[in-house]
């Protein structure tokens, strides 16, 4: 059974550093497109930042500039490098992973959620 885990939310100060981690036990890791989303309080879970098979990144465009994505294949891991944080961004940060290509379509794999909390 697949398990995706996140790692690395807690507390910080605003203007600090976080650095969250998903590890994902699929069999292809390099195939998953990765994703992080985050949803606030009474607010919709929205995508914050994605990295493709290719290492392809995009980010949702208040994060753009402070979050860096990355793949570490081997490890089966992603990492959210999130810097210079605000207290918008206090969220429960969720780790999506899916794999689409021509031969297969796995199903969407979700993490339980980690949080995380900017103070001002």
């Known amino acids: 059974q697949v398990q995706v885990v996140e790692s690395g939310g807690g507390l910080v100060q605003s203007g600090g550093s976080l650095r969250l981690s998903c590890a994902a036990s699929?069999?292809?890791?390099?195939?998953?497109?990765i994703d992080w989303y985050r949803q606030a309080p009474g607010k919709q879970r929205e995508l914050v930042a994605r990295?493709?098979?290719?290492?392809?990144?995009n980010y949702e465009d208040s994060v753009k500039g402070r979050f860096t994505i990355s793949r570490d294949n081997a490890k089966k891991t992603v990492s959210l490098q999130m810097n210079s944080l605000k207290p918008e961004d206090t969220a429960v940060y969720y780790c999506h992973a899916v794999a689409r290509t021509s031969l297969y379509s796995s199903p969407d794999y979700w993490g339980q959620g980690t949080q995380v909390t900017v103070s001002s």
């Open positions: 699929v069999l292809i890791f390099s195939i998953y497109t």
């Open positions: 990295i493709t098979s290719d290492g392809s990144t």
